[in-house]
């Protein structure tokens, strides 16, 4: 296996070796990914912690959600003995490592961890990363977050087994859509085939990541779909607490919402408001190219990328709709 993958490196070659130099130094190291964490973030520092441990790292992984629960979708990855809550967390790590997380804020509660840190080492795709942290292994044209953290393990001198894999695997098919967005390169399918390679199982975790749901999302979903609006290129619904609590639906269980209402042909941007068990409004956005919602959305102090992008709001549908439009206006 080579050492650099088969890309381009866009990561500067002295970050990788400060960062292989952090980490061969390290006994204890914490990773972290961002808040609500998806496949990418969840699997990349899964995958990476699996490397570490077999280093003879003592490795402690974690998210920074006040309601500290690995997403249903995500319960089959392999590796969550490695995980604790933010309250087990070691308040000052000596080495930090963070995934898929473009701003010190998506670390939520684990944020004071972060900057009591020693060193941090930042794993990420976002272009909007603000390059917070000591060490950036930041790459804006990766697909995923699970690419860097392939190419750190090859560097590390890891070998890819099928738990490994099985992580890595549902980040690249999280971040990509199954292989059908624009960032789909001859790279990505050039891991992928690295990934199935280890005789992982691509149908178990395409049923669970994407072909499984309890009875009660579709009664959720029939009620975002009942007051779906269409208005000038924009197609838009929202879901309240009140539509979940009828079914005991966890907020986590909404994200897939967003995929049916963007496929409307009359539609070039497609938003969904869902409300979260604070109240706050968690606004996802999806583009299909001609407007950058990464650029509305970081308006409205959110972050993302071009085509997918997300903020939280804290005003009502209304009002939050109307603040919508008005970015939208200026993209
Ligand atoms: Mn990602």
């Excluded at 390679?197 to 009875?215: V, Y």
């Excluded at 996802?284 to 190219?289: A, N």
Aim: charged letters at 25%.
């Amino acid at each position: 296996m080579s050492s650099c993958a088969t890309e381009p490196c866009a990561v500067p070659e002295a970050a990788w070796r400060r960062a292989l130099k952090l980490i061969g130094q390290a006994d204890e190291i914490a990773l972290s990914c961002h808040v609500s964490p998806d496949g990418d973030a969840l699997g990349s520092m899964l995958a990476v912690g699996f490397v570490l441990r077999s280093m003879g790292k003592r490795v402690v992984a974690s998210f920074g959600d006040r309601q500290f629960a690995v997403p249903r979708l995500l319960r089959f990855l392999p590796g969550q003995d490695m995980l604790v809550p933010p309250k087990d967390y070691p308040a000052a790590p000596e080495l930090m490592i963070t995934f898929d997380s473009s701003t010190f804020e998506r670390l939520g509660l684990l944020r004071d961890h972060t900057a009591a840190a020693r060193e941090v080492i930042v794993v990420d795709h976002h272009l909007s990363n603000a390059g917070f942290g000591t060490v950036g292994l930041i790459d804006g044209t990766a697909a995923a977050t699970a690419m860097l953290a392939e190419q750190l393990i090859y560097r590390l001198g890891g070998r890819l087994d099928r738990d490994i894999a099985t992580c890595l695997y549902a980040g690249l098919v999280t971040d990509t859509g199954s292989f059908r967005h624009s960032s789909t390169t001859p790279a990505v399918h050039q891991m992928a085939a690295r990934l199935v390679a280890t005789g992982l199982r691509t149908d178990e975790i395409a049923r669970e990541l994407w072909d499984r749901s309890p009875f009660g999302y579709l009664k959720v979903l029939a009620a975002a779909l009942d007051r779906v609006t269409l208005e000038d290129g924009l197609v838009w619904t929202y879901v309240t607490r009140v539509d979940r609590a009828a079914y005991g639906l966890p907020y986590a269980e909404l994200e897939g919402i967003i995929d049916i209402v963007r496929r409307t042909d009359e539609a070039q941007v497609a938003v969904v408001l869902k409300e979260d068990d604070q109240g706050a409004w968690q606004v996802s956005i999806r583009s299909k190219g001609a407007v950058d919602v990464g650029a509305v959305s970081a308006a409205l102090g959110g972050g993302g990328h071009h085509n997918a992008a997300g903020y939280t709001a804290h005003d009502t549908v209304e009002e939050t709709m109307v603040k919508f439009r008005r970015e939208l206006g200026k993209a």
